[in-house]
């Protein structure tokens, strides 16, 4: 069990640029969750998928933002258009089992200029 | 939606002391309540959760207690240490429709002076 792994760990990209974030959760983790922190804050849920089907969606999931879990083992996260408040940590988490506890990954910084 | 508030956001105590996080959540469906560690530049750590059947849960020097009738729970840990300097968040679930997501509290930064 190496954990949740995350890439790459920072991103810097200029306002407009396009930007993918990839996950690799647990092995034989079914669910997957994103998740959005900003400085000073607590992490913001984003999106959830188990196996391959994505479940739930965050009003906070612009329509710039698409993720995808093709073959229910890692999963992307990308952003069109970026702005610069799309700066923040992303936060990717896996789990067994609903309700069961929840192992995050080491984020992907993202700063837009 | 479920709403977590969380105090102080500062918490300042000599090694040795112990140090006390309370939550307070709104949604009475929310059945399981984690607390994660953070440290900086890296992700949220798990370091103990407590469900709703249960009102109190304690692992060495950290402990958690939950009041459903009120919606809090609190963390305290004991004996505290330098490296248990870090920000602590509290998050609530509800099991079933909303697929265990997180709703976290605003953190709380912890310093452990030696």
């Known amino acids: 069990d190496t954990g949740v792994s995350q890439n790459p760990r920072h991103k810097i990209t200029k306002r407009g640029q396009n930007v993918t974030f990839r996950c690799d959760p647990i092995s034989e983790h079914n669910r997957l969750y994103w998740y959005r922190q900003t400085l000073g804050q607590g992490p913001e849920f984003l999106t959830y998928?188990?196996?391959?089907?994505?479940?739930?969606k965050s009003r906070l999931l612009s329509d710039r933002f698409s993720a995808e879990r093709p073959k229910g083992s890692f999963s992307t996260l990308e952003i069109q258009r970026t702005e610069q408040g799309d700066s923040a940590m992303y936060l990717c988490?896996?789990?067994?089992?609903?309700?069961?506890?929840?192992?995050f990954g080491p984020g992907t910084r993202l700063t837009v200029l | 939606g479920e709403n977590v508030e969380q105090h102080p956001s500062t918490l300042s105590v000599q090694e040795g002391d112990s140090a006390v996080i309370k939550c307070t959540y709104s949604?009475?469906?929310?059945?399981?309540f984690p607390w994660y560690k953070q440290e900086l530049g890296k992700g949220p750590q798990l370091i103990i959760d407590?469900?709703?059947?249960?009102g109190e849960k304690k692992d060495q020097r950290i402990a958690v207690t939950l009041n459903k009738t009120a919606k809090h729970f609190s963390l305290h840990i004991t004996e505290t240490q330098p490296e248990d300097s870090a920000v602590y968040f509290c998050a609530a679930s509800i099991g079933g429709t909303s697929y265990g997501k997180l709703t976290f509290g605003q953190g709380t930064i912890l310093t452990v002076h030696p």
């Open positions: 407590i469900r709703s059947n249960v």
């Open positions: 988490a896996s789990s067994y089992s609903v309700g069961d506890t929840q192992y």
């Open positions: 998928f188990q196996n391959e089907a994505q479940l739930e």
């Open positions: 949604d009475s469906a929310s059945n399981y």
